[in-house]
């Protein structure tokens, strides 16, 4: 089972630049929670936070299952910026980012099952044995969806990682997305397809420097959001399901996505 993340009144400032100011959002295991905004809104930037990695203001609270002794978190950047010469196959990675034994002396055994489920489960099977710069943009994003499942995470989190997925690759996501929800896992996922978030997600979050509205996807979706119109503030519905603000800034500081 995963965690349940709350976050209260987390802010966040660089220099003298205002990038996120008092975001609250609840995730639960088995749900899926979109976080979605305008761009430069901050949606990056709370997840870095929630992942330790800026420093910040508030509380975020991690409430882990008790008999959860690994509590791994399992994360899907955006894309791989890498050098396509390397010599790297689709093995290669896998074991790189599973084991401290240098990838050239090979897979050790412990790992060579689940990295052969992994790369199944995003039906890349068949192509470990290819350079991983000879991947198209969407077999790579597959990859990175593949090296999240190793060890298998309690919590996952996604970057919006499907910028470069055409529809096959769409549907592998959707379906582990679910897979993962399922058997109650936690989910973060950063999206600004609004379709997808109102087919697939459980609860959503906008935020546009601060939390604009936050609660079950079916409540607090509206038609200006669908047409990515995050301020329309006589649009919003107010959610009862969450303790987030439904404070909305007519002068929103431009922030970090």
Not at 127 to 132: C, Q
Not at 140 to 146: N, S, V
Not at 225 to 240: I, Q, V
Request: glycine letters at 8%; a negative charge; one cysteine or more.
């Amino acid at each position: 089972m995963g965690p349940k993340i709350q976050v209260t009144n987390l802010s966040l400032s660089l220099g003298n630049v205002e990038i996120l100011k008092n975001i609250n959002l609840t995730a639960e295991p088995g749900q899926v929670q979109c976080i979605v905004g305008p761009n430069g809104g901050g949606k990056t930037s709370t997840l870095r936070c929630i992942l330790g990695q800026m420093p910040h203001s508030g509380d975020i609270r991690f409430e882990w299952a008790p008999d959860d002794q690994t509590r791994t978190i399992g994360y899907v950047p955006q894309f791989l910026d890498f050098d396509k010469t390397l010599p790297v196959t689709v093995k290669n990675f896998m074991s790189m980012v599973c084991q401290q034994t240098p990838a050239f002396f090979g897979l050790r055994k412990a790992y060579k099952e689940s990295i052969e489920k992994a790369l199944n489960r995003v039906q890349l099977v068949d192509k470990e044995k290819t350079m991983i710069g000879n991947l198209s943009g969407g077999e790579r994003q597959r990859l990175l969806f593949a090296q999240a499942l190793v060890p298998e995470p309690s919590l996952v989190v996604l970057d919006e990682p499907m910028t470069s997925l055409d529809e096959a690759g769409m549907e592998i996501f959707e379906g582990l997305i679910q897979e993962l929800s399922a058997n109650d896992k936690t989910l973060l996922w950063v999206n600004h397809d609004m379709t997808q978030v109102k087919r697939a997600s459980d609860k959503m979050t906008v935020i546009d420097t601060t939390t604009v509205v936050s609660g079950l996807t079916s409540e607090v979706l509206t038609e200006p959001m669908m047409r990515g119109n995050f301020r329309a503030k006589s649009e919003l519905t107010d959610s009862s399901t969450d303790s987030s603000t439904d404070l909305i800034e007519e002068t929103a500081v431009e922030g970090a996505s």
